[in-house]
């Protein structure tokens, strides 16, 4: 498989926080690869840096930033303004927040043929069109006379998605798609991506706080804790063998139906999610963790559990299984 | 299970009126319409449907922070509506989702929790200390927590510091709208174990609102499916889960994603057609989503049908 999107040892600092501490994300031509974390752990960061988006102010250092190959972590605001919209999207949690509410469906998207493409109106209006009706909505030319307060949450999260898609992007990052919706809608909104990224080759960057939602669309998934990637695998695998013991932690935390008995207190990671400082060393999780010890204050060493599965961590792969041996 | 129940809704029903615009006439929104339940002491009464389905409008009922348009609602086995503020706070008392806005943020935490009791106009300054240090270590706060304000706590703790303030007035009902939808999920965990072990250790009975299905079955033992302002099912927790009867349940239940790899994102069979509370269809109010509607089901409004297993409103059923 081609490396889509490639990231190496990302690292950004907004201000007094170190929000993103050596994160390496691969996304393959039509792989789903998702992010998964809680708040503040450089999950969204991550994504925003990729799409050069980030908060003024804010430091970014790469290795290496490749998409499709070429090198981007060099590029200035004119060139990303070229790539964003066109070969790369992105979608975000609260459509409403990145819609323009003074302007009318059809003339957001048509926006973004004309600029990056100079399509003609007419023919970016069909392309429009067009583009609802792939995502699943019914009366294509009454939405796009509408405004985006006229729609429905799950209606405007779709129309996000089309607007992303005006372009035939290669790479679409989205971010928390379907976090503000009901779960029936997230439900459709989710098939809709996985459906469109078959049929379009779309490689996917998903960033998401719901394991539930990891574990039926990614293909890939990396966890994130104070701006490292803890832990990354193929999605089975991550589910069958976590070995991080903050990924075995979170998945103690959801409750599963029919998993976790009733009236059973559920798996919890007690404390807070720390700030991480520049300068800071050793593992960013080691206050929570029941099995820290005293060489987790220094490096830790990146390790391969098995083909494609990474661990960031000083207990050695397999550790949770021989101790319950 | 003795006396009186410690919820009791009968026939509640509340309606807005909405403005379409500065000439058309308002609109008519029934946001809750004809519900009837009743929670017995010391349950949790799990409340799940879609947004706009009206359950906040109920909670806020049931807080008595709306009138009802017509019905009543009974705490403790006394009518609300008329009951005295400062009565009502001692027996219900409410937790909600964002800690974020639901406490003051110029305030200390130890004058956040101390605020109900405050209220109340009769109690000693000794006595208020000691019982909000009782509510504080009770929510797993320190003394030293006590005296911060809600900006230097995490969201966790800020939600522990509402659960402090709901239970200082030592209330036998609590009312819980989302508590743990703007939390993370290692935090939402230890949230949901402190309430369970507040409502063993103190006998408190749970009016639990969620749009989380997984969430309310842990939590939950008795479920209300609310769809365009009515229960159309409600069954004890582990029936529901295991065997639910109406379409509209078994949709919800299906969307629910669980952390299960390989199941892929199911189908859910509903269409793109989203309830909209403005325009309530005729027959049942979910017939135009329904995957399994018959002819009858546009005309005709079910009636609810109460069994041993519960109560479900629906033609099929």
New interface residues.
Partial sequence: MTALLEVRDLRVTIGSTAAVRGASITVNKGETHCLVG??GCGKSISALSVMGLLPRGSKRETTALRFAGEEIGTYGEKQMERLRGDRMAMIFQEPMTSLNPAYTVGSQMTEVLRRHRGTPRAQAVDRAAELLALV???APGLRLGQFPHQL????RQRVMIAMALMCDPELLIADEPTTAL???????I??LL?TLQKDLGLGILLIT?????????ADRVSVMYAGEVVESAP??A???DPEHPYTR??????????K?K??E??????G??PRVTPGFTGCGFRDRCSQAHAACAGTIPRQAVADGHELLCTLSPGWGRQAAA | MTGAPAIEVRGLRREFRVRQGLFAPPKQVIAVDDVSFAVPAGSVLGVVGESGCGKSTLARLILGLLEPTAGDVLVDGQRLSGMDRRARARLIQPVFQDPFASLNPKRRVRDIVAMPLLAQGSIGRAEMDRRVDEALDRVGLSIHQGTRVPAQLSGGQRQRVAIARALVLRPRIVVCDEPTSALDVSVQAQILNLLAELRTDLGLTYLFISHNLAVVEHIASEVAVMYLGRIVERTESESLFAAPRHPYTRALLASVLTPEPGLGVPDVGLGDIMPDPANIPPGCRFHPRCPVAIGICSTEAPKPAHGAAGLVECHLA
């Fill in positions: 809680e708040s699943g909505i019914t429905s949450g799950g209606l009901d779960v029936t809608v997230q439900a459709q989710l098939r996985a706080h719901d394991l539930g939602v990891v574990a039926r669309i999605t089975a991550l589910f069958a932690g979170l998945l103690t935390c959801v409750p599963v139906p029919g976790v009733r009236g207190p559920l798996g919890s990671i007690p807070v999610v």
